[in-house]
């Protein structure tokens, strides 16, 4: 059974940073893509940010350049690094793959 831990949620102030951590198990990790979402209240679920078991990269465009997806094979673990964030970050982000969705940890950015 495939799980999905998200971790690393807060409030921070605009201009600061996140580091949200997302540990899979019940998977062979290394094999698959991995994916960063987030839902904003009211809005639909975006993706956010993607990595290859090779670790190449995609942004949403509204993320590049402040935000960072990166892997740990070796701790089954997706990270987003989440810098100079903005209070139109603020949602729910979700880690995501093959058709399984982790619980969800809440940003809120605010002063």
């Known amino acids: 059974q495939v799980q999905l831990v998200e971790s690393g949620g807060g409030l921070v102030q605009p201009g600061g940073s996140l580091r949200l951590s997302c540990v899979a198990t019940g998977i062979i990790f290394n094999i698959y893509r991995m994916h960063w979402y987030r839902q904003a209240p009211g809005k639909q679920r975006e993706l956010v940010a993607s990595?290859?078991?090779?670790?190449?990269?995609n942004y949403a465009d509204s993320v590049k350049g402040r935000f960072t997806i990166s892997r740990d094979n070796a701790k089954n673990t997706v990270y987003l690094q989440m810098n100079s964030l903005k209070p139109e970050d603020t949602a729910v982000y979700f880690c995501?793959?093959?058709?399984?969705w982790g619980q969800g940890t809440q940003v809120t950015v605010s002063s």
């Open positions: 995501y793959t093959q058709m399984n």
């Open positions: 990595i290859t078991t090779g670790g190449m990269t």
